[in-house]
Protein backbone atom coordinates (compact mmCIF):
# COMPACT_ATOMS: atom_id res chain seq x y z
CA UNK A 1 0.00 0.00 0.00
CA UNK A 2 1.38 3.61 -0.99
CA UNK A 3 2.38 5.47 2.05
CA UNK A 4 0.70 8.82 0.52
CA UNK A 5 -2.88 8.02 0.67
CA UNK A 6 -6.03 9.62 -0.93
CA UNK A 7 -8.39 10.36 1.89
CA UNK A 8 -11.32 8.92 0.15
CA UNK A 9 -9.45 5.53 0.75
CA UNK A 10 -9.82 5.73 4.61
CA UNK A 11 -13.26 7.25 4.34
CA UNK A 12 -15.00 4.09 2.38
CA UNK A 13 -13.09 1.49 5.13
CA UNK A 14 -14.87 -1.83 5.32
CA UNK A 15 -13.97 -2.85 8.59
CA UNK A 16 -10.90 -2.10 11.84
CA UNK A 17 -8.11 -4.20 10.67
CA UNK A 18 -8.23 -2.48 6.99
CA UNK A 19 -8.39 1.52 8.50
CA UNK A 20 -5.33 -0.07 10.99
CA UNK A 21 -3.12 -1.54 8.30
CA UNK A 22 -4.17 2.02 6.58
CA UNK A 23 -2.88 4.40 9.05
CA UNK A 24 0.28 1.93 9.93
CA UNK A 25 1.42 2.14 6.29
CA UNK A 26 1.11 6.38 6.38
CA UNK A 27 2.45 6.84 9.65
CA UNK A 28 5.83 8.24 8.08
CA UNK A 29 4.08 10.73 5.69
CA UNK A 30 0.95 11.76 7.48
CA UNK A 31 2.79 15.14 9.05
CA UNK A 32 3.90 16.00 5.73
CA UNK A 33 0.73 15.64 4.43
CA UNK A 34 -2.28 16.59 5.91
CA UNK A 35 -0.50 19.03 8.54
CA UNK A 36 1.74 20.76 5.68
CA UNK A 37 0.30 19.85 2.57
CA UNK A 38 -3.62 19.61 3.09
CA UNK A 39 -3.09 22.24 6.44
CA UNK A 40 -5.28 20.73 8.82
CA UNK A 41 -6.89 23.45 11.02
CA UNK A 42 -8.46 20.75 13.50
CA UNK A 43 -5.91 20.06 16.50
CA UNK A 44 -5.38 23.61 16.45
CA UNK A 45 -8.82 24.99 16.40
CA UNK A 46 -9.90 22.21 19.11
CA UNK A 47 -7.29 23.69 21.34
CA UNK A 48 -8.55 27.08 21.02
CA UNK A 49 -11.90 26.21 21.97
CA UNK A 50 -11.27 24.31 25.52
CA UNK A 51 -8.00 26.77 26.33
CA UNK A 52 -10.57 29.28 28.34
CA UNK A 53 -11.93 26.14 29.91
CA UNK A 54 -9.12 24.70 31.98
CA UNK A 55 -6.78 25.14 34.39
CA UNK A 56 -3.27 24.64 32.84
CA UNK A 57 -2.76 21.34 35.00
CA UNK A 58 -5.90 19.91 33.26
CA UNK A 59 -4.93 15.84 32.22
CA UNK A 60 -5.85 15.71 28.74
CA UNK A 61 -6.72 12.63 26.64
CA UNK A 62 -5.79 13.47 23.20
CA UNK A 63 -8.31 10.28 21.72
CA UNK A 64 -7.30 9.54 18.16
CA UNK A 65 -4.25 11.13 18.71
CA UNK A 66 -2.51 9.79 15.60
CA UNK A 67 1.26 11.00 15.00
CA UNK A 68 0.85 14.02 17.76
CA UNK A 69 -1.27 17.35 16.43
CA UNK A 70 -4.15 17.66 18.93
CA UNK A 71 -0.69 17.29 21.56
CA UNK A 72 1.40 19.11 20.27
CA UNK A 73 -1.04 22.19 19.96
CA UNK A 74 -2.12 21.22 23.55
CA UNK A 75 1.25 21.42 24.64
CA UNK A 76 2.17 25.51 22.96
CA UNK A 77 -1.35 26.14 24.55
CA UNK A 78 0.22 25.73 27.90
CA UNK A 79 -1.10 22.14 28.93
CA UNK A 80 1.69 19.57 30.07
CA UNK A 81 -0.48 16.34 31.34
CA UNK A 82 -1.42 14.74 27.98
CA UNK A 83 -1.76 11.01 27.30
CA UNK A 84 -2.68 9.57 23.84
CA UNK A 85 -4.21 6.95 22.44
CA UNK A 86 -4.87 5.70 18.66
CA UNK A 87 -5.71 2.52 17.02
CA UNK A 88 -2.55 2.66 14.93
CA UNK A 89 0.66 1.38 16.83
CA UNK A 90 2.74 2.76 13.91
CA UNK A 91 1.82 6.21 14.28
CA UNK A 92 1.65 6.40 18.14
CA UNK A 93 5.61 5.61 17.80
CA UNK A 94 5.78 8.87 16.16
CA UNK A 95 3.47 10.59 18.55
CA UNK A 96 5.92 9.21 21.25
CA UNK A 97 8.72 10.96 19.64
CA UNK A 98 7.58 14.01 20.50
CA UNK A 99 8.34 13.60 24.27
CA UNK A 100 5.34 15.44 25.38
CA UNK A 101 2.48 12.40 26.20
CA UNK A 102 2.82 10.61 30.00
CA UNK A 103 1.25 7.72 28.60
CA UNK A 104 0.59 6.43 25.03
CA UNK A 105 -1.38 3.36 24.48
CA UNK A 106 -3.68 1.66 22.06
CA UNK A 107 -7.29 2.06 22.08
CA UNK A 108 -10.25 2.00 19.69
CA UNK A 109 -12.88 4.41 20.20
CA UNK A 110 -16.10 2.96 19.96
CA UNK A 111 -14.84 -0.39 21.99
CA UNK A 112 -14.37 -0.24 25.70
CA UNK A 113 -11.05 2.01 26.78
CA UNK A 114 -8.56 0.93 29.35
CA UNK A 115 -8.81 3.98 31.54
CA UNK A 116 -10.71 4.91 35.02
CA UNK A 117 -13.53 6.43 35.73
CA UNK A 118 -13.07 10.05 35.76
CA UNK A 119 -9.49 9.97 34.72
CA UNK A 120 -9.23 13.62 32.78
CA UNK A 121 -10.14 16.82 32.72
CA UNK A 122 -10.61 16.88 29.05
CA UNK A 123 -10.40 14.63 25.59
CA UNK A 124 -9.81 15.98 22.64
CA UNK A 125 -9.92 14.38 19.38
CA UNK A 126 -9.63 16.06 16.04
CA UNK A 127 -10.12 14.15 12.77
CA UNK A 128 -11.41 10.75 13.83
CA UNK A 129 -15.16 11.43 14.21
CA UNK A 130 -15.62 11.09 10.11
CA UNK A 131 -16.90 8.27 7.81
CA UNK A 132 -15.49 5.27 8.02
CA UNK A 133 -13.78 5.85 11.43
CA UNK A 134 -14.98 6.34 15.13
CA UNK A 135 -18.83 5.39 15.20
CA UNK A 136 -20.69 7.88 18.12
CA UNK A 137 -20.75 5.20 20.31
CA UNK A 138 -17.24 6.25 21.23
CA UNK A 139 -18.78 8.94 23.30
CA UNK A 140 -20.22 6.55 26.22
CA UNK A 141 -16.87 5.57 26.77
CA UNK A 142 -15.78 9.08 26.87
CA UNK A 143 -17.94 10.90 28.63
CA UNK A 144 -17.08 7.81 31.15
CA UNK A 145 -13.69 8.41 31.25
CA UNK A 146 -13.62 12.48 31.67
CA UNK A 147 -14.64 14.29 35.49
CA UNK A 148 -18.08 15.64 35.64
CA UNK A 149 -17.60 19.56 34.57
CA UNK A 150 -14.98 18.07 32.32
CA UNK A 151 -15.15 18.90 28.38
CA UNK A 152 -15.00 17.07 25.45
CA UNK A 153 -14.70 18.46 22.39
CA UNK A 154 -13.47 17.29 18.73
CA UNK A 155 -13.98 17.81 14.90
CA UNK A 156 -17.08 15.98 12.74
CA UNK A 157 -17.67 16.21 9.28
CA UNK A 158 -20.71 18.39 8.23
CA UNK A 159 -20.18 18.17 4.54
CA UNK A 160 -21.18 14.43 4.81
CA UNK A 161 -22.05 14.25 8.28
CA UNK A 162 -21.49 10.20 9.54
CA UNK A 163 -25.19 8.72 10.40
CA UNK A 164 -26.34 8.80 14.06
CA UNK A 165 -24.44 11.40 15.12
CA UNK A 166 -26.26 14.23 15.73
CA UNK A 167 -28.90 11.87 17.64
CA UNK A 168 -26.48 10.16 19.44
CA UNK A 169 -25.71 14.05 20.68
CA UNK A 170 -29.94 14.69 21.50
CA UNK A 171 -29.78 11.60 23.49
CA UNK A 172 -26.90 12.38 25.80
CA UNK A 173 -28.40 15.90 26.50
CA UNK A 174 -31.99 14.33 26.92
CA UNK A 175 -30.17 12.11 29.08
CA UNK A 176 -28.31 14.64 31.21
CA UNK A 177 -24.98 13.01 30.72
CA UNK A 178 -23.49 16.05 28.69
CA UNK A 179 -24.55 19.64 28.12
CA UNK A 180 -23.99 21.79 24.94
CA UNK A 181 -21.54 24.36 24.98
CA UNK A 182 -20.65 25.30 21.32
CA UNK A 183 -20.48 24.19 17.90
CA UNK A 184 -18.54 26.57 15.56
CA UNK A 185 -19.79 27.32 11.70
CA UNK A 186 -18.59 24.83 9.00
CA UNK A 187 -14.88 25.59 8.15
CA UNK A 188 -12.85 24.22 5.60
CA UNK A 189 -10.45 21.99 7.37
CA UNK A 190 -8.24 20.80 4.99
CA UNK A 191 -7.35 23.98 2.41
CA UNK A 192 -4.70 22.57 0.88
CA UNK A 193 -6.04 19.03 -0.09
CA UNK A 194 -9.69 18.83 0.30
CA UNK A 195 -11.08 22.52 -0.21
CA UNK A 196 -14.91 20.83 -0.37
CA UNK A 197 -14.53 18.91 2.88
CA UNK A 198 -16.07 20.95 5.64
CA UNK A 199 -15.91 20.09 9.36
CA UNK A 200 -17.44 22.12 12.80
CA UNK A 201 -15.88 22.07 16.14
CA UNK A 202 -18.44 20.63 19.05
CA UNK A 203 -17.74 20.89 22.45
CA UNK A 204 -20.00 19.68 25.38
CA UNK A 205 -19.24 19.90 29.13
CA UNK A 206 -20.03 16.17 31.11
CA UNK A 207 -22.37 16.51 33.63
Known sequence: MSDHLNLAKLYNASNLEELREAYDAWAKTYDQQIMVDYGWLGPGL?????????????????????????????????????????????????AREHGIYRDVRVGVLGEPLDYATDSYDAVLSAGVFTPGHAPPEGFDELIRIVKPGGAICFTLRHDVTPPGFLETFERMKEEGLWKQVSVSEPFQGMPGGEPDVRHRVWLFLVV
Not at 49 to 73: M, N, S
Open 46 to 94: IVEQVRPLLKDEAAILDAGAGTGAVGLAARDAGFPTLDAMDLSLDMLEI
